[in-house]
């Protein structure tokens, strides 16, 4: 009995295209030997997918079955007649190119490929719906990642084989340097790339990219250090990932003009950033840090204590634009901190308690100096009140202990005069970084 039985329902196909979606990620065979073949594509708005007629056409579809239908009588033709119940051929260039872009990283669409869209989505389609209405392209789900990141630019940095840290290394010893050291250090340079904050950098060493992070901002030393670094990279704790080696043909998969890996700082267009995404989805990514919660001051502290910076740094007070990395699953909008600026705003105090300096309780066992902690003079709880970041080493003070305790759980009368003190030493400094905020309100952030 013929096993290839037509769809009944719109449900029937629905499943089918989650399915094939699925399959194309995962099946080789798929990819191989059908996909220069596919030429009738349905797209659905509800789901934001693609996929083709004789694949969706046929109940409970899934790779095993469709890489072994032949002899079976399975036919496009049948399956495009069913399918006109629900679906209606359409002119849709955008679509096409859309879909072109998606799956350009699986192979080439066929030149003469068709669209056809849900008939009960036509008016949408018509009224533009469909589409992103800045640019009329497409948003698909990896898009809407890259907008929510706001991901600038894309710059493949090669690791350097002269660094001591990593001469004669492996790829598993460098994939674990990141893993668990970056997350408490900056990444030392000598020469250094011109890339803004909110850079996507992707590192390269042994011929393959083996490490991601997202760059938080660019430090300059006063002095250049004994091993010659002029400066760092400070990269967000929680961007930073790690996973399968990508080879460089992997790579000119998704950026045509990538010619090879070599030893110079290469752009890579922010446009290919979907199809990366759906590369680093098959490739076992692994994030340093958790995303899922915050782990709680104590923690916090111990990350700044935990951070290695190797020189004495320069700090220009300037505005920073916010990036955004509120907690995925909380039930508040609260926003994160870097340690490592946090780091640096401790170092410019030089450890001293910038309410009192002469509160010199006990010597760090980490860092051998008189023990302090950072402390946002405006609370992170309320970024979204201000236009510019407050994760700036303006909004950062160095506070002992005891008056860390204070600011946070003394009398407000107490409370106030700490407060007030802070505020007056770093106003200025805050308006550099364009934030502004009187000293009542202050205050009432404190309450």
């Known amino acids: 009995m013929d096993e290839f039985l037509l769809v009944e329902n719109l449900d029937e196909v629905k499943e089918n295209v989650v399915q094939f979606n699925k399959d194309l990620k ?11 073949r596919f030429r009738q594509w349905y797209y659905i708005k509800e789901l934001d997918m693609f996929a083709p007629s004789k694949y969706i056409g046929y109940k409970n579809m899934n790779a095993l079955k469709y890489n072994n239908k032949d002899g079976t009588g ?8 069913v399918l006109r119940k629900w679906f209606e051929k359409k002119d849709a260039s955008k679509l096409l190119e859309e879909l072109r872009d998606r799956m350009d990283i699986y192979g080439k669409v066929k030149i003469n490929s068709e669209i056809h869209i849900l008939k009960e989505e036509i008016e949408q389609f018509k009224a533009g719906k469909l589409f992103n209405n800045s640019d009329n392209k497409l948003i698909s789900n990896n898009d809407k990642l890259q907008f929510h990141l706001k991901i600038p630019a894309i710059r493949l940095l090669p690791m350097s084989k002269d660094d001591p840290e990593f001469r004669g290394k492996s790829i598993n010893y460098v994939q674990e340097w990141f893993t668990t050291k970056l997350p408490y250090r900056v990444y030392n340079f000598k020469k250094g ?18 490490a991601m992070a997202v760059l938080e901002e660019k430090i300059f030393y006063e002095d250049e250090s004994e091993t010659g670094y002029r400066g760092a990279y400070n990269f967000i704790p929680s961007s930073i990932a790690v996973f399968t080696p990508i080879t460089s043909k992997e790579i000119k998969n ?15 267009k922010i446009e290919n950033y979907s199809m990366f995404y759906n590369l680093l989805l098959h490739k ?3 994030y340093a840090l958790s995303e899922e919660e915050d782990r709680g001051e104590e923690s916090f502290q111990e990350e700044i204590e935990s951070t290695v910076i190797i020189s004495s740094i320069v700090v220009d007070d300037k505005p920073k634009e916010k990036i955004e990395r509120k907690f995925a699953h909380s039930p508040t909008s609260k926003w994160k901190r870097n340690h490592i600026i946090s780091k640096k705003a401790i170092i410019l105090a030089d450890y001293q308690c910038e309410y009192e300096n002469s509160h010199m309780f006990f010597k760090s066992f980490k860092t051998g100096e008189n023990y302090v902690e950072g402390h946002h003079l405006i609370p992170m709880e309320f970024q979204e009140q201000f236009q510019k970041s407050l994760d700036v080493e303006a909004n950062i003070v160095s506070l002992c202990p005891l008056c860390h305790k204070k600011v946070h759980h003394a009398t407000m009368e107490e409370r106030k005069k700490i407060i007030e003190t802070l505020y007056f030493k770093r106003r200025d400094r805050l308006r550099q970084c364009k934030i502004s ?4 309100d202050l205050f009432t952030f404190y309450r």
Request: zero cysteines; glycine letters at 6%.
């Open 26 to 36: 995962h099946n080789e065979e798929i990819r191989r030997r059908f996909f220069s």
């Open 74 to 81: 399975a036919d496009g033709r049948k399956t495009e007649a």
């Open 193 to 210: 790339m011109n890339a803004e904050p909110g850079t996507l950098t992707l590192f390269q060493y042994n011929g393959a990219v083996v």
């Open 254 to 268: 998704i950026w045509r003009k990538f010619k090879a890996f070599n030893q110079s700082l290469q752009k890579l």
């Open 284 to 286: 076992n990514i692994r």
């Open 437 to 440: 905020v009187s000293l009542q």
